[in-house]
């Protein structure tokens, strides 16, 4: 009986997951996410430098050369970096984004939120 209440919850947090990739961050919260991930790929680079660090970034699934989003985020973040999103690019999808693009569109919300602020 208690199994069958866990599968319950597990799918319906599934499913508020998967509904939080299809919505779309403000430049705030998207400015935020990059900060995080790229910090993140910066300590997997660190840590692949010995085997322990590389088995590590392996089983945790962390990339010192890309940051996992999810098709709507991955839009978002090719618009702010200034280049348009492939056509393959749908909203459910979940992609990894190179390094180099992720600190592109870091750097341009990071400029636009500094004059905002301003």
Avoid: C
Avoid at 2 to 13: H, I, N
Avoid at 15 to 24: E, R
Avoid at 70 to 82: D, E, I, P, R, V
């Amino acid at each position: 009986m208690q199994s069958a209440a866990g599968d319950g919850l597990g799918a319906v947090v599934s499913a508020m997951s998967a509904a939080a990739d299809l919505m779309p961050f403000d430049p705030d919260e998207l400015y935020g996410v990059l900060h995080f991930r790229l910090h993140t790929a910066k300590e997997a680079g660190k840590r692949s430098g010995w085997v322990g660090g590389r088995l590590y970034n392996r089983f945790a699934g962390e990339s010192a050369d890309y940051i996992p989003l999810s098709g709507t985020h991955l839009a978002q973040t090719f618009s702010a970096a200034g280049v348009e999103a492939p056509d393959f690019v749908v909203a459910r999808g979940h992609y990894e984004l190179r390094l180099d693009y992720a600190q592109k569109a870091y750097d341009a919300l990071k400029e636009k939120l500094d004059a905002k602020s301003k």
